[in-house]
């Protein structure tokens, strides 16, 4: 159910019909089971309000930038940099994992759990003793705000405001508060952008991941020495 006012503003904003059920269009394109393609996400951290004290502590985890390709059902790769220099890569295939330091020569190891395919929502999902990823999202899902169509850094998007639950934490006055805002292609439902804000009483930090979709991705093993 969503609330007047959310409802009535995004008929002003967007100029399109106001949904009836906003929790039911969300968790729609939040399905776990949507496969949108080869894909990059460029992911970027800030602390957006703490103490001196604490950002001093924390400078350097904000200067992280991660660029993660992926290729559906089960490829990913990722590099991440600091403050601009490369950091670290790892890549992994199904149950297959690798990973190095930057400079340093590719290493295998042990296999692990397959996080990068169709399922990897429904793992996560158990092992926080949900029944699948769609059972996770109804019971985690909060406040939704379905804001309708409206622009992006020229384009033109679908805009979702939602709160998340922490599993496990009580629902009244947590501690910290998460809020995630998403943009979608109208077209596609795939996601443009979303920024996840982690809001408590004495820091806050927004998590940015930027999205863009190229068929010729492709994620091969790398080369390890013998």
Same mark, same amino acid.
């Given at each position: 159910?969503?609330?007047?006012?959310?409802?009535?503003?995004?008929?002003?904003?967007?100029?399109?019909?106001?949904?009836?059920?906003?929790?039911?269009?969300l968790?729609a394109v939040?399905?776990?089971?949507?496969?949108?393609g080869?894909? +990059?996400?460029?992911? @970027?951290t800030?602390? %957006?309000?703490?103490?001196?004290?604490?950002?001093?502590?924390?400078?350097?985890?904000?200067?992280?930038?991660?660029i993660?390709?992926?290729?559906p059902?089960?490829?990913?790769?990722?590099? #991440?940099f600091?403050?601009?220099?490369? +950091?670290?890569?790892a890549?992994?295939?199904?149950?297959?994992?690798?990973?190095r330091d930057a400079g340093?020569p590719?290493k295998?190891? +042990?296999p692990?759990p397959?996080?990068?395919?169709?399922?990897? %929502?429904?793992?996560?999902?158990?092992t926080?003793?949900?029944?699948?990823?769609t059972?996770?999202?109804?019971? @985690?899902?909060?406040?939704?705000?379905?804001?309708?169509?409206?622009?992006?850094?020229?384009?033109?998007?679908? +805009?979702?405001?939602?709160?998340?639950?922490?599993?496990g934490?009580?629902?009244?006055?947590?501690?910290m508060? %998460?809020?995630?805002?998403?943009?979608?292609?109208?077209d596609t439902?795939?996601?443009?952008?979303t920024?996840?804000?982690?809001?408590?009483?004495?820091?806050? #930090?927004?998590?940015?991941?930027?999205?863009s979709?190229d068929?010729?991705i492709?994620?091969?093993?790398? #080369?390890?020495?013998?």
């Open positions: 159910m969503r609330f007047p006012a959310i409802a009535i503003a995004s008929l002003l904003v967007s100029g399109e019909p106001v949904l009836a059920d906003c929790k039911s269009d968790l939040l399905d776990p089971t949507r496969s949108h080869p894909s +990059q996400q460029d992911i @970027t800030a602390l %957006t309000k703490s103490s001196p004290e604490m950002a001093k502590l924390l400078e350097d985890t904000f200067n992280d930038r991660t993660v390709r992926s290729v059902p089960d490829r990913i790769q990722s590099t #991440t600091r403050n601009g220099v490369l +950091q670290a890569e890549i992994t295939i199904g149950a297959l994992h690798w990973d340093s590719w295998a190891r +042990q692990r397959n996080l990068g395919g169709p399922d990897a %929502t429904n793992v996560i999902a158990k926080l003793g949900f029944t699948d990823g059972d996770l999202l109804e019971k @985690t899902v909060r406040s939704p705000e379905c804001l309708g169509r409206g622009r992006l850094e020229g384009r033109t998007a679908n +805009q979702f405001r939602f709160e998340i639950a922490t599993p934490a009580p629902t009244t006055a947590p501690s508060v %998460t809020k995630i805002t998403i943009w979608l292609e109208p439902s795939r996601p443009i952008r920024v996840t804000a982690m809001i408590g009483p004495e820091i806050e #930090t927004a998590l940015t991941i930027n999205y979709y068929a010729s492709k994620i091969e093993p790398p #080369t390890v020495p013998n």
